[in-house]
C-alpha cells in the first residue's frame, strides 16, 4: 500500500526559531492535509492542501504541494512554546476513501 | 473546520468486560468514519473504515470480531471492545470525512483496561 516518510522524527529547537518537516511519497496524492496532535487529545487539521504547486499559509504556519504530488512540506516561523507537539502530514486520495499518514514529527521548542 | 466529539473521553475497565466508545459528526454528516489506535509516542494506526448503512471494513491483522464497528446514522459510529484485555489499552481515535477529502478527528477515548 502507499507509505508515506516523514521527516524529522524530532525536532529541538530554541523559540523564535523557524521550523521544516516535510513528507515524500513513493505515490502520487491528489490531497496533502498537516495535523497537529497535543498529548492526550485528537489530532487537529492545520491546513489542507488540494493542487500540485499550492503554497497556503495558516497565520505563522506554510505549507505547499510538491509538483510532483509526492511530497509536502510544513513550515512554522517565529516558534513559540505552544507549538509543541506531533505534527502529522496525510496524503488523501478521493477513490482510496482514507488517508495515509506520516510516522509524525515531534516538536519540542525550549523557551 | 468541522467538530468531531468522542464519548467517553476515557473509560477504566476490568478485564473481560466489553466498553463501547461513540464517535459523532456534530455539524456535518459523514458517511464515512474511520476508526483508528495509538501507543504512546507512536503513529496514529488505523483499525477500520467505518461505513454508514453496511459493514465496516477491517485492516489486515484487526479483528472484526473483537472490535465490532457500528455506523448506524450519518452523525454516529460506535466501537465495542469486547471481552477487553490490558494488551487493549490504548488511545482510540475515530475522525469523519468532510466532502473534499478533509478528515476531522475527534479528541480521542483513553482506554485503561485492569
Known amino acids: 500500500g502507499q507509505q508515506l516518510n516523514q521527516s524529522p522524527q524530532s525536532m529541538f529547537i530554541q523559540e523564535g526559531e523557524d521550523v521544516s518537516m516535510n513528507c515524500t511519497s513513493s505515490s502520487i496524492f491528489n490531497t496533502w492535509l498537516w495535523y497537529k496532535q497535543d498529548p492526550g487529545e485528537g489530532p487537529v487539521l492545520l491546513i489542507a492542501?488540494?493542487?500540485?504547486?499550492e503554497l497556503t499559509s495558516n497565520g505563522r504556519l506554510t505549507a505547499q504541494f510538491g509538483i510532483t504530488r509526492k511530497d509536502s512540506f510544513l513550515n512554522i516561523s517565529a516558534s513559540i512554546p505552544s507549538d509543541v507537539g506531533i505534527y502529522f502530514c496525510?496524503?488523501?486520495?478521493?477513490?482510496?476513501?482514507?488517508?495515509?499518514f506520516g510516522d509524525g514529527t515531534t516538536l519540542t521548542v525550549k523557551p | 473546520g468541522a467538530v468531531v466529539s468522542q464519548h467517553p473521553s476515557w473509560v477504566i475497565c476490568k478485564s473481560g468486560t466489553s466498553v463501547k466508545i461513540e464517535c459523532r459528526s456534530l455539524d456535518f454528516q459523514a458517511t464515512t468514519m474511520f476508526w483508528y489506535r495509538q501507543f504512546p509516542k507512536q503513529s496514529l494506526m488505523l483499525m477500520a473504515t467505518?461505513?454508514?448503512?453496511?459493514?465496516?471494513?477491517?485492516e489486515q491483522g484487526v479483528e472484526k470480531d473483537k472490535f465490532l464497528i457500528n455506523h448506524a446514522s450519518l452523525t454516529l459510529s460506535t466501537l465495542t471492545v469486547t471481552s477487553a484485555h490490558p494488551e487493549d489499552s490504548s488511545f482510540y481515535i475515530c475522525?469523519?470525512?468532510?466532502?473534499?477529502?478533509?478528515?476531522?478527528f475527534g479528541p480521542g477515548t483513553r482506554l485503561t483496561v485492569l
Open positions: 492542501l488540494y493542487k500540485a504547486g
Open positions: 467505518s461505513n454508514e448503512g453496511s459493514k465496516a471494513t477491517y
Open positions: 475522525s469523519a470525512n468532510k466532502p473534499g477529502n478533509e478528515q476531522f
Open positions: 496525510a496524503g488523501h486520495n478521493t477513490n482510496a476513501g482514507k488517508s495515509t
